[in-house]
């Protein structure tokens, strides 16, 4: 934790640092193919922040995006391929992954898109098949 009070993290290199002040507006765990296949995992691990909330605070040049859909911008360190957040500009919030965050206390809430899980998770957590309804989806939930 910097002495501000924020936290601090970095992509695998460290060539781009950054910033995340006060509490994420949420942390969950996201199953879709398009996070699955981004994160190279089964399952991708994220933390919702407001966009002024997260600041690049080193290497800014070195930060580097790519734009599949109208929702996600997909950001990552082009010195070392380290992936570090996403913006979601039609939602507001950018997502800086938990891993990103390494002093982050991470503790999910949810799990979002469910339906394309490929590692079921028994934990308690709403399993929405797709979103919350605040997010642009149905707010259906699903069984563990």
């Not at 199953?31 to 699955?36: A, E, G």
């Amino acid at each position: 934790m910097a002495a501000n009070g924020s936290l601090n993290g970095k992509c695998f290199c460290g060539a781009v640092e950054i910033e995340v002040s006060g509490d994420p507006a949420a942390m969950g765990y996201c199953h879709c193919s398009s996070c699955r296949s981004w994160s190279a995992g089964p399952v991708n691990a994220f933390t919702l922040w407001p966009p002024e909330k997260v600041k690049i605070v080193k290497g800014a040049d070195n930060l580097v995006g790519y734009q599949k859909t109208a929702t996600s911008v997909r950001k990552w360190c082009k010195a070392c391929g380290g992936h570090l957040m996403t913006e979601h500009p039609l939602w507001g919030v950018t997502d800086v992954f938990a891993a990103a965050i390494p002093s982050l206390a991470f503790k999910p809430m949810l799990h979002v898109n469910y339906q394309e899980t490929v590692l079921p998770m028994k934990d308690g957590l709403p399993k929405y098949r797709d979103f919350p309804p605040a997010f642009g989806g149905t707010g259906e939930m699903m069984a563990e």
